[in-house]
């Protein structure tokens, strides 16, 4: 029993990290990639992190656990994670563009940005969380409290 519980909070460790791990790619990643001309890199960076980091420590830590728990059934595990984890990630596009069309706000323009996007740090968080699963017997993640 006590070896199943060490195991549910080493994953739940995990998946917290790799949810950090993606914050601070997305902190950097993204602005170089959607940053507004007028504005310098750490001002895009905080601007584009403010929407990020929920982002990910919610819905990305969600897709990720349904990701692993549809994942485990089939025979090639880490392939289908991957998929799920990256197309799961661009679906946080659609209640974006739900938001816009009923309000008028965001363009049309920038819908394909934010599908990359969301594919991106889906597999970001898929390589972090895959990495540390295979690392994690040799870091010391929950071992002994």
Do not use: C
């Amino acid at each position: 029993m006590t070896d199943k519980i060490e195991r549910g909070s080493f994953v739940t460790e995990r998946k917290l990290l790799s949810a950090f791990i993606t914050s601070l790619a997305a902190f950097f990643i993204l602005p170089m990639l959607y940053s507004n001309q007028q504005d310098d890199f750490l001002t895009s960076a905080l601007n584009i992190s403010m929407y990020s980091f929920p982002l990910i420590f919610t819905y990305g830590l969600i897709i990720s656990y349904v990701s692993d728990f549809f994942a485990s059934s089939k025979r090639n595990i880490s392939g289908v994670s991957f998929l799920f984890h990256s197309l799961l990630g661009s679906t946080v596009a659609v209640p974006i563009f739900i938001y816009s069309w009923m309000n008028d706000e965001v363009e049309t323009a920038m819908q394909p940005e934010i599908w990359t996007a969301g594919f991106t740090l889906g597999a970001v968080f898929f390589t972090a969380d895959v990495s540390l699963k295979y690392l994690g017997k040799y870091l010391v993640l929950n071992r002994g409290a």
